[in-house]
């Protein structure tokens, strides 16, 4: 409504509104512009964390209180426009985890799907129900949701991941539950890098026979990175460079040739030397990790450099441009796949 109201206009609205309070309603007519807005409010801002000092912070809390007693010895990157939500974005959650040698995270499971991005460290390992996937730097380790996963460092030196899960999506639709096991690890059901053997050579069990031993929709949870690596190369040196992406590849449940997880997706870009995309905003929220190289990232007008490790995010519908100083490798994770799957996803490409 528009304009002053007469003096007894006003004392019936208000009237109204207060006897309404009672009934608990409230008048669309006041709360629709911030309701359905015309494009995302990108809740949060672009913002970039360090890993040296991220790292800094872990190793004094390694020092105070062990992993079986935090059981999960994490620190969360909150968006400073977000303060009280623990996101990272309105829908994703993002957090750095350390293993020491010798520890174990125990066993647990719950409705929230993961991914562990491998920062630090060689030779500690992610238990997927009883099945060993041994961390490399830069692998990818899924932990679907409500699967029984532990995380033990048998090595000598601290390993350090990226948690990346989608708590504040389950916690838009009220869907949390959560389970531990009561031992420190699940037994072991197969030997390690049955996974990849099984699931990931464009193969799978025949469908109905004993070793169809995965849940056939999420089958794979272990993604190499000497892999996914050797395969951005390939497609750098066959490939032109899209302008908004340069080489992009996303990794895929090969059940289906979807998304990872039923929330979120991931993928891996390349970016060589002085490429500068082209801008993008996208209806979903994207936390990007520097891989290798530096350069630069324009996040709506905020300018942040990038180097080794950094993590940095990219709310939604916020104007991404990318600049390449080397050769620049990224990896990212999003909400695209439950956006996809609620016909919510947009995108626009240029100014």
Sequence with gaps: ??????????????????????????????????????????????VKWRFSDIRRHLMRAGDLISAEEAERRVLILENPQLPGSRGITTSLYAGLQLILPGEVAPCHRHSQSALRFVLEGEGAFTAVDGEKAFMHEFDLILTPGWQWHDHANPSSRPMIWLDGLDVQTVKTFDASFAEKMGEASHPET?????????????????RGTSAERRPRALPLFYYPYAQWRESLDRLARSDEPDPHFGFALEFTNPADGGSIMPTMSAHVRLMPRGFAAA???????????????????????????????????????????LTANSDLVLFGYSDRAAQEKLGLFREARGD
Excluded at 190 to 206: A, E, H, K, Q, S
Excluded at 284 to 311: C, Q, Y
């Design 1 to 46: 409504m528009e304009g002053p109201l007469a003096n007894d206009r006003q004392v019936a609205f208000e009237a109204l509104y207060a006897d309404m309070e009672q009934e608990h309603l409230y008048p669309l007519w006041k709360a629709l512009g911030t309701m359905v807005t015309p494009v995302p409010r990108g809740g949060g801002t672009g």
């Design 190 to 206: 197969v030997p390690t890098g049955d996974n990849v053997l099984r699931y990931g050579r464009n193969l799978r069990p025949m």
């Design 279 to 321: 801008p993008r905003r996208a209806s979903d929220a994207t936390v990007f990790v520097v891989v290798e190289g530096h350069g630069s990232a324009r996040v709506g007008d905020m300018e942040l450099t990038l180097s080794g490790s950094d993590i940095f995010v990219v709310p939604a519908w916020h104007r991404l441009t």
